[in-house]
């Protein structure tokens, strides 16, 4: 036997000629290079075979009674689907057309006539080669879609994770809040969280996490879970923003971080507290005069700087009833048009500057994004909230169906917070927490919380660092009345604030007195408090509200101390 | 023009391929042919049926070295569609042809007789 | 996408030089780009001359950059960004932990 390329792997060869000779011929040449031999002498009986035995590769006569070899090879390949089944056609055909034909019928190839052995064994090498071939790229490409299914369910349970994580709290549920969020992808990893505080005040956060899918899952959800908890137990943004920066620095990997726009809006102080670090910049809308403030990214984003190098340093803003804060992901400035230009801040801008309505900003943004694009863009974030009156307080935390015999009755407890203390910590969430320990109070938490913040900050602000409330008559006072309290206490060395509780049972249930002292020089009690009540003043709210909530409130000692009652009575 | 009727070359080759079977592929082609020969006949002036088994006969005789007999068949294949064909004298010839060759392969199977 | 590095005579300044887009397609090869020295240099300098694209995913590889030339006490220089690629990394405020220019 002549020297043949050797075979890669014997395989089923199905001959379909008929010409007895021939196909006797072609048999035993096909058998000596090693492979198995079915045949057929016309082409009704090639395609059954086909269908019975499966072979690996068809050798075709081309005319044939019964059925012809292009018909039966048009068969053959629809039988074997998406699988390379190579058909190479025998035939003594000369002209060209009929050679195309073969090839148009389905046929991978022809071997003449007379029959050269050394030709048929080359020829049905390579298109063993391409069948393999065919063969390797539906295994990769199922093995490749099975892949995809298994990554699909896990981002779809990340997901789901993610979403009760990210849409508790309230912003569903709070009137003055609008959001739009994009449905790309699985989910994007923007964050959209918002939480009322004790007092009443509103926290919210957007954030955006590096990467999205199951890489934002895991940041957001240790992230929200510090947001909520401190929220609700009072702790102001400072120690939440440190916190969750802290946890992210240790949890997440040095490449991944949360650029993130953290806001306290308070309907009682008229003023909305802003950090950013890495998100776009927001607005404050002053609906009177339609200026707007930019809130402009001044930090890193969280998780990358460790706890001593991390800056905390929030800006605070003025807010009138019906001013607006909005906030946008950088999916709204990144929306590009067909050249590849970027949609940006100016065209921003003048949206705003067109917009009407301040209710149709949102549609006014979508629709100038849909335009600029050429159709519209589902990755993208905004959110919008107004400041707006009479929000209620909340009474946070669980309250307890016992009757309240196990709680602490009657006791009392001092503090004195120096300022080492006062400079970093805020002890109003513990207090808050001690007090609530005694159930009579929990439904009132929410008023006992704003009472003592209020106190606490004129005690501090007032009483130790000597600012005058009368500074936040405008806006740029406002500013400076920030700063210079954020550099009074950087510079603090000496004062205090001293808190006194006092429980005591009652006839009906019980009282707890609450009295605040400071080491500032006091104040005329009579002059603040006769001051007229304007609703439109940026001060003096505070202790309109107190003695609102509270019952009886007396100053003493030339206005340095404070005290407050809370009373209740006992659960039945 | 000189034309081979059986080609030797072409015989040694098929006898190295199909070792045990060689005696067998020759009384395979002498059945085969001889039942063409007589379906050329019987298809008279049927242009289209006298195609088609040329066509089949000059692939087998192509195979089987009778050279001349493979190119008889190509013309009849070719001059079958062409209306002024004497298509009778060429079937009269590859009559004639199949019978000079039929003794040469006869003798060659002869060769292997047990 | 393609980026090379050249390290100074001396050892001590790594240059790496980015061309094309800076994404997350173009993590290994970064890494790469300083992690296979065994000197460790002084002095890392990113050349964003030809960076035509920068995304988040730059930014963390970036940190992780500085994390291997020793976190607070690194320095690593990005040069020659482009308008668009500062106006990210001033939005990030990066410029507080590199130096850009």
Redesign the interface.
């Known amino acids: ?2 020297a043949l390329a050797p075979v890669l792997e014997p395989l089923t060869i199905l001959i379909a000629e ?5 196909l ?2 072609l048999s ?2 096909v058998r ?1 290079q090693g492979h198995q031999v079915l045949t057929a002498s016309n082409g009704a009986q090639a395609v059954d075979l086909f269908a019975r035995e499966r072979p690996q590769l068809v050798l075709m006569d081309a ?1 044939m009674p019964v059925m012809d070899g292009f018909e039966a090879a048009r068969r053959i390949k629809q039988l074997a689907g998406e699988a390379l089944v190579p058909i190479i056609f025998l035939t ?1 055909l000369r002209q060209s057309e009929a050679l195309a034909q073969c090839l148009d019928a389905g046929g991978d190839d022809f071997l003449p ?3 050269n ?1 050394l030709i048929l064994a080359a020829k049905i090498n390579a298109m063993d080669r391409l069948r393999r071939l065919q063969a390797t790229v539906l295994q990769q490409r199922d093995l490749i879609a099975k892949h995809h299914d298994y990554l699909l369910h896990e981002q779809r349970v990340a997901k789901a994770v993610f979403d009760k994580v990210a849409h508790s709290g309230c912003i569903n549920a709070a009137p003055n809040i609008r959001y739009l969020q994009s449905p790309y992808a699985l989910f994007n990893g923007d964050l959209l969280l918002a939480a009322y505080t004790p007092a009443g005040d509103m926290h919210v956060l957007l954030g ?1 996490f ?2 999205h899918g199951l890489p934002a899952a895991v940041g957001a959800m240790p992230l929200a879970e510090v947001f909520y908890g401190m929220t609700a137990k009072g702790y102001g943004l400072t120690q939440i923003l440190r916190e969750m920066n802290a946890k992210l620095k240790r949890i997440l990997p ?4 949360c ?1 993130a726009t953290l806001l306290c809006l308070s309907t009682q102080r008229r003023a909305v507290e802003v950090w950013n ?4 910049e927001g607005y404050v809308h002053e609906v009177a005069t339609g200026k707007r403030t930019p809130l402009i ?5 969280l998780g ?1 700087l ?1 706890a001593q ?1 991390f800056d905390d340093r929030t800006e605070v803003w003025p807010m009138a009833l019906g001013d607006r804060v909005f906030l946008l992901s950088d999916g709204v400035l990144d929306t590009a048009d067909a050249n590849e230009q970027l949609f940006g801040a100016e065209r921003l801008q003048q949206v705003f500057a067109a917009n009407r309505e301040p209710d149709r900003l949102f549609e006014d943004i979508e629709q100038a994004l849909a335009a600029f694009r050429g159709e519209a863009r589902d990755d993208v974030s905004m959110l919008e909230i107004t400041l707006q009156a009479g929000q209620s307080m909340r009474a946070t935390g669980p309250l307890y169906a016992d009757s309240g015999q196990s709680c602490p009755l009657d006791w009392s407890m001092s503090f004195e917070f120096r300022a080492e203390t006062l400079k970093r910590y805020n002890p109003l969430p513990y207090l808050l927490q001690l007090l609530l320990e005694i159930h009579g109070l929990r439904e009132q938490s929410g008023a006992l919380y704003s009472v003592m913040a209020e106190l606490y900050s004129n005690a501090l602000e007032h009483g130790v660092l000597g600012l005058d409330s009368r500074l936040k008559r405008d806006a740029e006072g406002f500013a400076q009345y920030y700063r210079l309290r954020n550099e009074r206490l950087v510079q603090l060395s000496s004062g205090y604030v001293r808190v006194h509780v006092q429980v005591e049972p009652t006839a009906t249930g019980g009282r707890m007195t609450l009295r605040i002292e400071d080491s500032g020089p006091g104040f005329d009690v009579e002059q603040v408090l006769a001051r007229p009540l304007d609703v439109d003043r940026l001060s003096g709210r505070g202790l309109d509200l107190v003695r609102q909530l509270s019952s009886d409130v007396r100053w003493s000692d030339g206005g340095r101390s404070v005290c407050v009652e809370f009373c209740w009575e006992a659960l039945a | 023009m000189v034309e081979v009727h059986l080609d030797p070359d072409v015989l040694s080759g098929l006898q190295e391929v199909m070792e045990g079977e060689y005696p067998k592929l020759l009384d395979t082609f002498l059945d085969d042919s001889q039942k063409r020969v007589e379906a050329l006949r019987k298809a008279r002036d049927d242009a289209k049926a006298l195609a088609r088994i040329a066509h089949s006969f000059k692939g087998s005789s192509g195979n089987l070295g009778a050279v001349r007999l493979a190119h008889l068949c190509q013309r009849l294949e070719v001059e079958s569609v062409e209306a002024a064909a004497d298509l009778g004298a060429l079937v009269d010839q590859i009559d004639h042809e199949f019978a000079l060759v039929k003794p040469l392969y006869e003798s060659e199977r002869q060769r292997f007789q047990l | 996408m393609s980026i090379e590095s050249e390290v100074s005579l001396d050892g001590k300044k790594l240059t790496i030089a980015i061309k094309g887009r800076f994404d997350f397609g173009s993590h290994q090869l970064f890494r790469d780009a300083y992690e296979r020295f065994y000197k460790v240099p002084q002095v890392y300098i990113v050349d964003l001359k030809e960076t035509t694209y920068m995304d988040s995913s730059a930014l963390g590889m970036l940190l992780l950059l500085r994390d291997h030339a020793g976190g607070d006490n690194s320095e690593v220089q990005v040069i020659n960004s482009s308008s668009d690629v500062r106006k990210i990394l001033a939005i990030s405020n990066f410029d507080k932990l590199f130096d850009i220019n």
């Open positions: 036997m002549s008929d010409s007895a000779a021939d006797l011929l035993t040449i000596r005319l003594s006539k007379p029959y052995p955006d590096t990467g040095v490449d991944m971080f650029c670090g890495g998100m776009p990214s001044r930090h890193l984003p990358v460790s190098a």
